[in-house]
T-cell receptor, first 113, second 113 residues
């Protein structure tokens, strides 16, 4: 049972435009969410997180939106740059110190110059 | 600050052979994770340590996999004997105790022939 789903395996976006990566989850107990970026042959690197007490968190070009009622979160990258081309994973956990993160299957973003 | 260090980066072995992976977490990080990442999938938790105690090993296939974290710092993950289906990337991550984001190493890619 996939508790965290990224239904788009890949996405192509023109440089300078907005990239929107989506993530859905099924466990209503999840209350902490993260996005990671992964380049080939490297480990995932942390991008941005959001707690369930918020519906938006912004860090530079990256914004994460959380819709708890829909059990959906999205990562917006504006403007997209060729260096953003990577695989993006969302992850979720039940808080309270467990920090047992469940990862989605990833979305490969390609930003075209 | 040095990141999470893993070795070896790549390992090729025959099936039924043993293999071991080593991880040195970021200094001061009490929590250490081992994740398995199959091709095209997100990382899946194998085991989580708080200091030297394994607090979550429910996903670790204990018939062939073992892990240890002596002195609460470095950790070793062992597979004996390896099977063809164990071919994957083994990721180590660490975090400060009780904090959110995980810091990943570059991973150890295992190929079982």
């Amino acid at each position: 049972d996939q508790q965290v789903k990224q239904n788009s395996p890949s996405l192509s976006v023109q440089e300078g435009r907005i990239s929107i990566l989506n993530c859905d989850y099924t466990n209503s107990m999840f209350d902490y969410f993260l996005w990671y970026k992964k380049y080939p042959a490297e480990g995932p690197t942390f991008l941005i997180s959001i707690s369930s007490i918020k519906d938006k968190n912004e860090d530079g070009r990256f914004t994460v939106f959380l819709n708890k009622s829909a059990k959906h979160l999205s990562l917006h990258i504006v403007p997209s740059q060729p260096g953003d081309s990577a695989v993006y994973f969302c992850a979720a956990s039940e808080g309270s110190g467990t920090y047992k993160y469940i990862f989605g299957t990833g979305t490969r973003l390609k930003v075209l110059a | 600050e040095a990141g999470v260090v893993q070795s070896p980066r790549y390992k090729i072995i025959e099936k039924k052979q043993p293999v071991a992976f080593w991880c040195n977490p970021i200094s001061g990080h009490n929590t250490l994770y081992w994740y398995l990442q199959n091709l095209g999938q997100g990382p899946e938790l194998l085991i989580r340590y708080e200091n030297e105690e394994a607090v979550d090993d429910s996903q670790l296939p204990k018939d062939r996999f073992s892990a240890e974290r002596l002195k609460g710092v470095d950790s070793t993950l062992k597979i004996q004997p390896a099977e063809l289906g164990d071919s994957a990337v083994y990721l180590c991550a660490s975090s400060p105790s009780g904090a959110g984001e995980l810091f990943f190493g570059e991973g150890s890619r295992l190929t079982v022939l």
